[in-house]
């Protein structure tokens, strides 16, 4: 089981402070007596009392993300993630080894992105991986045994101490401001990743996959109007050329994939020629907490 500060888990019944079970005893436990044990697979369930209203992706959808990321047709992009979250981490307090929080993991393969480069950095990263669904962390616990993987809730508060993250990731996943600000140290970072319009427009259409909002820019940027400030906005392009059967696991691995008919999907993906090019289209978006962001401008206006 990977190493848990007392700095950084809450109990998600009754908010105490969480610590390992004991030598050897693949669990969690509050002063209270609640305790979680670990999986087999390695990660600990948080869904508590009514678990969660939303629909976590489903075993199919998730080892069709799994495929789809393991052939490293987005490794750019996580490339670009990891990049960014190691400058940060790199410059947390030496003393402290800092914390990164990668919520709605799913299968880790962003976060294991993170963690090779802040290794190759020498920054020992201490990491949580977040989702709703087990399946995904089954596939997220084993490509990142040293990092805590917790099945949690984001809509719901966070299993984590006030101000004990430094970093926090959101790759394609939900974000809850509210609870973001509160885990977040002052100086910590928020790295969000959206589609923009256009994303694997070539494709997205006949398979069934959702399309982007026009909008989406400002909904993101009023979700977090109030707790955050941009600090940096950067356009990522990954031109692909897929097979049919990766057309088909990345129409099954996006949301579109609970609703989607497999029957249709699976027509398309026979018509189609041996190679399709696809336009990837992401938006990589850095965000500091409000406060340390008014720091700053008061800085400015003294200077």
């Not at 799994?66 to 052939?71: H, Y």
């Not at 963690?115 to 616990?141: E, M, V, W």
């Not at 101000?163 to 926090?168: A, R």
């Not at 696991?249 to 020629?273: E, V």
Request: a neutral charge; hydrophobic letters at 45%; proline letters at 9%.
């Amino acid at each position: 089981m990977p190493p848990v500060s007392p700095d950084l888990l809450l109990c998600p019944v009754c908010r105490a402070r969480l610590a390992p079970g004991g030598p050897g005893v693949p669990a969690l436990k509050c002063p209270a007596g609640h305790s979680f044990d670990a999986a087999k697979q390695g990660y600990f369930n948080f869904l508590v009392g009514k678990g969660t209203v939303f629909e976590a992706d489903s075993a199919y959808m998730v080892a069709a993300r799994f495929e789809f990321l393991g052939a490293g047709h987005y490794r750019p992009l996580a490339d670009a993630v990891a990049e960014l979250s190691a400058r940060f981490l790199a410059g947390v307090d030496p003393q402290t080894p800092p914390v990164v929080l990668d919520a709605g993991t799913g299968t880790g393969h962003y976060l294991r992105a993170v963690l090779d480069q802040a290794a190759l950095d020498r920054t020992p990263a201490r990491a949580i991986g977040l989702d709703i669904s087990k399946f995904a962390l089954r596939r997220a616990a084993k490509l990142n045994p040293e990092a805590v993987n917790l099945v949690s809730d984001v809509w719901q508060p966070l299993p984590l101490g006030d101000g004990s993250v430094d970093v926090i990731t959101v790759v394609f996943a939900p974000r809850n401001p509210n609870e973001f600000v509160r885990v977040l140290r002052p100086v910590g970072r928020l790295i969000v990743v959206t589609p923009r319009p256009g994303h694997l427009q070539e494709v997205a259409g006949q398979s069934g996959m959702l399309g982007i909002e026009p909008t989406k820019d400002e909904r993101l940027a009023a979700s977090l109007e109030g707790h955050f400030s941009t600090l940096s906005t950067d356009d990522l392009d990954v031109p692909l050329l897929l097979s049919p059967d990766d057309v088909l696991r990345l129409a099954l691995m996006g949301p579109a994939g609970h609703h989607l008919n497999r029957d249709a999907l699976l027509a398309f993906a026979a018509g189609l020629p041996p190679r399709t090019a696809v336009s990837a289209r992401f938006r990589i978006s850095v965000f500091e907490p409000r406060a340390k962001a008014a720091d700053n401008d008061l800085a400015t206006f003294a200077n």
